[in-house]
């Protein structure tokens, strides 16, 4: 499995990708697997 962190506060580019993968929701983490994303940490 690959995990690619990305600091969004401190790269523009990864923070442009973010938006465009959630649709402008600004919510962390984003995770993105088998090219489903799920947004926040599940059941809170």
């Not at 499995?1 to 938006?19: N, W």
């Not at 983490?29 to 926040?40: F, W």
């Amino acid at each position: 499995m690959k995990v690619d962190f990305r600091d969004v506060r401190e790269d523009p580019q990864a923070l442009e990708d973010m938006l465009k993968l959630t649709k402008g929701v600004r919510k962390v983490p984003v995770l993105v697997e088998a090219g489903q994303v799920t947004l926040g940490f599940g059941g809170s």
